[in-house]
């Protein structure tokens, strides 16, 4: 079975602060892929990265970077710099074959000014 | 080049009443997925569907629930006799035809915000 953990419900950081989200995952399949999204407060999805199992290469991109470890089933983002705007719920998600997401329960990031 | 386009975006109902959630797919897709999402809560996978074809119901709930996706027209996903526990957002999200296989490429809907007094 497939499943997703985000461990941390809640996480409340200044301004400026760097922030990592973590996402551990379990799966049996060796193709498959990965997902994060942000859910802001207005409430739709905003898709941030998809990255499939075979390209474990770390990703940048502005303040965001997420690190791809298969040895350790996770797939951590971390925020640089963190901006009151970044404040939202962050999604992982992981699918094996289809558009089924198993989604994790979701981190609220709160950013205080 | 449109998104995949979801409607109503807020729907009120009163217990017992129905409720009719669409969605239209991106351009060239065929493939379309329903999620829910609880108050305070992940998004859960409802419905996979293609044209005229379900494929995946397991995450729909027994009773009250269904969903098409017809060969003409937008996706469809109905709620009959809507109880309070019925309120929630409901996602949709497309992609093109697996083919040989999945290839990641998934996009959702803005959400349907589904109230129910």
């Known amino acids: 079975a497939q499943k997703v953990t985000q461990a941390q419900t809640e996480i409340s950081v200044v301004e400026k602060e760097d922030v990592t989200l973590d996402c551990v995952y379990e799966?049996?399949?060796?193709?498959?892929?990965l997902f994060w999204y942000k859910q802001p407060p207005s409430g739709e999805l905003v898709f941030l990265i998809r990255r499939n199992s075979f390209d474990e290469q770390n990703e940048i991109s502005g303040r965001y970077s997420w690190n791809f470890q298969k040895s350790t089933s996770s797939f951590n983002f971390t925020i640089t710099a963190s901006q009151v705007v970044d404040s939202a719920v962050y999604f992982c998600a992981l699918t094996a074959d289809t558009g089924k997401l198993i989604f994790g329960q979701g981190t609220t990031l709160q950013v205080k000014p | 080049n449109a998104g995949v386009m979801q409607n109503p975006r807020h729907l009120v109902r009163r217990r017992g009443q129905e409720a009719r959630l669409r969605c239209s797919p991106m351009?060239?897709?065929?493939?379309v997925y329903w999620y829910r999402q609880l108050p305070e809560e992940g998004l859960k996978f409802m419905v996979y569907l293609q044209k005229e074809n379900i494929i995946d119901e397991s995450g729909m709930p027994k009773e009250r629930f269904s969903a098409e996706f017809p060969k003409e027209g937008p996706s469809i996903l109905r709620i009959q006799q809507v109880v309070r526990g019925d309120s929630a957002a409901y996602f949709c999200?497309?992609?093109?035809?697996?083919?040989?296989?999945?290839?990641?490429?998934?996009?959702f809907g803005e959400g349907s915000r589904l109230t129910v007094l």
């Open positions: 799966t049996r399949d060796t193709t498959y892929y």
């Open positions: 351009k060239g897709h065929s493939h």
């Open positions: 999200a497309s992609s093109p035809d697996p083919g040989q296989g999945f290839s990641g490429e998934l996009f």
